[in-house]
């Protein structure tokens, strides 16, 4: 039964999670991942000798674009980073640096890159761990509100719930007394049947050999021999 309800509870969970976060996505189209306001990434790269690697990342109008990176190893750890926009301008870049943060704010929807140039290092490789965010400011208020209202449906949920499983407690408790109530009576039927079924046969015995005696001594009452005890036939 817990179980049950265990999954009845999951059920309604996910289905107020998912249309809090197909509504996010009705509205951004192919902008909302998995429903969320923006989107965010961690991940780590190696960058070869005198090369430069780039990551694409969508960004909605008027959205912020915070990047961030630090060169963990290799060499004197010198990276130049930039931000270019769809048609490789450079929008902003950092010279020189082994760590940095980028915060832009997209004036249109588009397609941006995020770019790391090893060319301070010829032969050597670095590896740069990114981290990279995406938002709109107005959509995570938004978002947050509903989570907010989602919050307070589940905190709802959740006492309805609670009322259910104490009222369940109580069944429960009704049922063992019940069941103790019922082992008691069957214990006492048992007991005065066995009582009943002993008395019975003794009963039974005490009456056949009370029959056996006045039998017995009816018949030796009316036992007259028929001649005396001097051997003479009795008149």
Known sequence: MFSARALLVSVCLWNLFHHTLSAWEGEEGDFSFDGLPGAQHEFKVEVPGNQEECFVQKVAENAELHA??????GGSRMVDFSIKDAYNN???EII???EANIKYKAPVTGYYQICVNNI???FVSKLVH???VTMVEA???KYVEEI???KTTVENFTVVITEVQNSIKQVRLHQSSTRLNVMKDWYLLTGNNSYVMYWSLFQIACVLMTSSFQVYFVRKLFNIPNV??????RA
């Open 228 to 233: 005396t005890p001097t051997a003479k036939p």
């Open 96 to 98: 020189y640096k082994s």
């Open 139 to 141: 959509e995570w208020a």
């Open 68 to 73: 961030s990176f630090e060169v963990l190893r």
């Open 148 to 150: 907010e209202e989602l």
């Open 130 to 132: 990114f981290y990279i």
């Open 90 to 92: 450079v929008i902003q």
């Open 120 to 122: 301070h290092s010829r």
